[in-house]
């Protein structure tokens, strides 16, 4: 964004609640500096989301930041890590300040709730919004939760109600009927994914094989009997 990137990242990215003693230098370098800790692995993982693919771009903007950082979060608890730092790059048509105001509200309030810091990124302008954030974490070295592990004979268990999002997304299609009782569960279902941290954390050591269920339940059991070749 000409002219108006560092203006950009000051007001709305560099200014955040979470300082984490393992990010030497932040924002406003070329590079971040990070510590990861002694006897550690680092969990990476980045998924990019485009307006009217991934999500609604006239869709609720404080959702979006919150989607745009839960579904990094959610890789992060399917491998059973511990979030500790984000990058995002963000490329927008127009800067509009009211959006920017409620997308970085989202993404920041999920990040103090999980202690994430944001340690860099980019801006850019673009012909529509594109957002891709990548998230890191820590994880004891063979307590990682992988897709690897299954075993014939092995009980399979899912967290949540599997198909909400999914349901919400053909009711916004008219695919689907959802009675107002439901509409607004679903709807945050959708837009608000909650990242199941704490569960990751607690299989360590007990869960054979674990993944996060971003593409579906059948389809991402099959991803499981694929890796774990059962």
């Given at each position: ?34 510590v990861?800790p002694?006897?550690q ?13 991934h999500f ?34 963000l ?8 959006w920017?105001d ?9 990040a ?6 944001l ?7 673009g ?25 014939p004979?092995?009980h ?47 299989l360590r050591?007990i ?24």
């Open positions: 964004m000409p002219g108006s990137e560092f203006a950009l990242i000051d007001r709305y990215f560099a200014a955040h609640d979470v300082r984490r003693p393992d990010v030497v230098l932040g924002i406003g370098d070329d590079c971040a500096l990070l990861p002694s006897g692995q680092l969990a990476v993982t980045m998924d990019t989301l485009i307006a009217d693919v609604f771009a006239a869709a609720d903007p404080e959702g979006i930041g919150h989607k745009a950082l839960a579904v990094n979060l959610s890789d992060l608890a399917a491998m059973g890590a511990t979030p500790a730092w984000a990058t995002l790059a490329t927008l048509p127009q800067v509009d300040e009211k920017l409620a997308f970085c509200r989202g993404l920041f309030t999920l103090n709730r999980h202690e994430v810091q340690v860099g990124g980019d801006t850019t302008h012909p529509a919004t594109v957002i891709t954030l990548q998230a890191h974490g820590f994880v004891p070295p063979d307590r990682a939760l992988r897709r690897d592990g299954a075993r004979g092995d399979i268990y899912v967290t949540g109600t599997p198909g909400d999002a999914g349901l919400a997304l053909a009711a916004a299609f008219g695919k689907a009927t959802v009675t107002d009782q439901y509409a607004d569960y679903l709807r945050l279902r959708l837009e608000r994914p909650e990242p199941r941290i704490a569960q990751g954390l607690t050591g869960a054979n094989a674990v993944i996060d269920l971003s593409d579906g339940l059948a389809q991402d059991l099959g991803h499981i009997l694929e890796r774990s070749q059962v």
